[in-house]
Nanobody, 121 residues
């Protein structure tokens, strides 16, 4: 079984920066795509950014040029560097990791517990 541990959330002033981390541990056979999602109060969960095993990234239009996703495959960890934060970025941020399960050898998405990012105006 794979567990995800998120860290790095908190309160930040408008224009500030935060770096989120999400480390996978447990019985890991293989991980491909890793990503970050967020859910703001009263809204549905939405995609923020993803990164493939080879490093190809995708971003929501609303965070391009502000957020950067990266990963350390040796540590099974994905990061989200968030710069120039605005109040509208306030949300619970969740990491999602696609990990191989056995015996089917298929990939399933595992969710982190979420970390709260609050940007004060």
């Amino acid at each position: 079984q794979v567990q995800l541990a998120e860290s790095g959330g908190g309160l930040v002033q408008a224009g500030g920066s935060l770096r989120l981390s999400c480390a996978a541990s447990g019985r890991i056979f293989s991980i491909n795509t890793m990503g970050w999602y967020r859910q703001a109060p009263g809204k549905q969960r939405e995609l923020v950014a993803t990164i493939s095993l080879g490093g190809t990234t995708t971003y929501a239009d609303s965070v391009k040029d502000r957020f950067t996703i990266s990963r350390d495959n040796a540590k099974n960890t994905v990061y989200l560097q968030m710069n120039s934060l605005k109040p509208e970025h306030t949300a619970v941020y969740y990491c999602n990791v696609n990990t191989m399960v056995t015996p089917t050898r298929t990939y399933v998405g595992i969710w982190g517990q979420g970390t709260l990012v609050t940007d004060s105006a």
